[in-house]
């Protein structure tokens, strides 16, 4: 059964940072590129973050570009996002995905999803 697990999530003040973790169980991570996607209140799920198999290539949305930074470890079946610099925009529920599409910025393009953490940037 293949599950992902986010955790990391809370409440911070804008300017602030967060890490965010998946954790992944019973699917060949490293042969999966992984993705990060959001959610904010009332809106739809939108892309943020993808990174390869190998980790050596990330692509990211304009909206967190130069301030979010994915990451992964294959050996711990763990990805990372890495939010600084946080604004009340930012405000949504984080899901992490993992598909074979590469760069995958739609969700359709993802095979399986995690639960969501909810990130809060208050002003």
């Known amino acids: 059964q293949v599950q992902l697990e986010e955790s990391g999530g809370g409440l911070v003040q804008a300017g602030g940072s967060l890490r965010l973790s998946c954790v992944t169980s019973g699917l060949a991570v490293s042969t999966y590129s992984m993705g990060w996607f959001r959610q904010p209140p009332g809106k739809e799920r939108e892309f943020v973050a993808t990174i390869a198999w190998s980790g050596l290539g990330t692509y990211y949305a304009d909206s967190v570009k130069g301030r979010f930074t994915a990451s992964r470890d294959n050996f711990k079946n763990t990805v990372h996002l890495q939010m600084n610099s946080l604004k009340p925009e930012d405000t949504a529920v984080y899901y992490c995905?993992?598909?074979?599409?590469?760069?995958?910025?739609?969700?359709?393009?993802?095979?399986?999803w995690g639960q969501g953490t909810q990130v809060t940037v208050s002003a």
């Open positions: 995905a993992a598909g074979k599409v590469l760069p995958g910025t739609r969700p359709g393009q993802y095979n399986y």
